[in-house]
């Protein structure tokens, strides 16, 4: 398998636009999460998802983020309008639901996200 | 107060020393997780543990359910061991918290 799958890598955008992070989980696994990491804050949990439904997304900033996952194959991060302090790398990983809360997580690479 | 607290937030070594991360948690878990983030890398899960000790190589992975408290041991440290390390613990409802992370820089 070739692990949690993140596009872009990078992305370089203007504030006010609008940006979207995607994720392909690991076939099989249940679960998703999506992080966002930074200097300050270290890594924050977003938003996770168990059988493509959200669990818990009480991390998520404001109403200017949202997540989907439409199917167990794929998940999308938006950001709209985009802000200066949303530059962050964010993370998505996945992980079997297996025995509630013993599961690994596996990470993506991330995306490294810059707003000017 | 944060769910999960690390210490020492920083920690210099020297090639070959032994090496203590420490870990507590406040919350109810299923397990805690030690994570593994190279410089400008991604992140690795290096361990998931419940009860007792864990070892893999030169880490080795200890928690007291009673304390909850948990420790990541390097033994005979090497410079590739440099990065930031992750505690986390998960629940039943599979959500995650972390601590801050300890950055581990070893010397030659």
């Known amino acids: 398998d070739a692990g949690v799958i993140q596009s872009p890598r990078h992305e370089v955008t203007e504030m006010g636009q609008e940006v979207t992070l995607r994720c392909k989980p690991i076939?099989?696994?249940?679960?998703l999460f999506w992080y966002r990491q930074t200097m300050m804050r270290g890594l924050e949990l977003l938003i996770y998802?168990?059988?493509?439904?959200?669990?818990?997304d009480s991390g998520m900033p404001e109403d200017r983020f949202s997540a989907k996952m439409p199917n167990a194959s794929f998940s999308t991060l938006k950001i709209q309008p985009s802000e200066p302090r949303d530059s962050a790398v964010y993370f998505c990983?996945?992980?079997?639901?297996?025995?509630?809360?013993?599961?690994?997580?596996?990470f993506g690479p991330g995306t490294r996200l810059t707003v000017l | 107060k944060n769910e999960v607290e690390q210490s020492p937030q920083n920690l210099t070594a020297q090639e070959g020393e032994f090496i203590t991360i420490n870990c507590s948690y406040s919350?109810?878990?299923?397990?805690l997780h030690w994570l593994q983030q190279h410089p400008g890398g991604g992140i690795v899960s290096l361990f998931m543990l419940s009860s007792g000790k864990k070892k893999h190589g030169r880490l080795i992975a200890t928690i007291n359910i009673q304390e909850k408290h948990s420790s990541l041991h390097i033994t005979a440290s090497h410079p590739r061991d440099s990065a930031v390390y992750i505690c986390a613990a998960s629940n039943t409802g599979n959500q995650f918290y972390f601590g801050t992370g300890t950055s581990l820089t070893v010397i030659p």
């Open positions: 076939s099989g696994h249940n679960s």
């Open positions: 919350v109810g878990i299923s397990a």
């Open positions: 990983a996945s992980s079997p639901l297996g025995v509630a809360g013993y599961n690994e997580q596996f």
């Open positions: 998802f168990n059988n493509n439904v959200p669990i818990d």
